[in-house]
């Protein structure tokens, strides 16, 4: 019975790390403005470069709404983010922790991070 516990206690400290880093990592971005956002580029803020393409053949027109899920297996929260307008103009946020913010708003003017 003794070993039965104490192999209980042994795995219940070794799940305890997965548990802390299992957040959502859902983020909304808004287009404020009037051009579309042709190609939004996020990558782990540990990595160099941008990556691929998130949107593909999508585009964020004017005043929509669109979630993307920033769980990319390395249980990272930091991540920079990259959108190109249709008239090519770019903005760029660093370091935006992906577990606790929800919803960025962009526009040719900058990005922030806003309340939902």
Not at 56 to 62: A, N, S
Not at 82 to 89: G, L, P, T, W, Y
């Amino acid at each position: 019975m003794k070993s039965w516990r104490l192999c209980f206690a042994i795995l219940s400290i070794a799940a305890t790390p997965c548990a802390a880093q299992s957040h959502n990592r859902e983020v909304k971005i808004h287009n404020l403005d009037s051009e579309s956002v042709y190609y939004l580029y996020a990558t782990n803020a540990g990595a160099e470069g941008w990556g691929d393409d998130w949107l593909g053949d999508d585009v964020i027109i004017e005043d929509e709404v669109m979630r993307f899920n920033f769980e990319d297996g390395s249980g990272a929260c930091l991540f920079d983010i990259k959108v190109e307008f249709a008239d090519d103009s770019t903005q760029e946020l660093y370091k935006v922790n992906v577990c606790t913010v929800s919803h960025i708003d962009a526009n040719r003017s900058g990005m922030a991070v806003s309340d939902d």
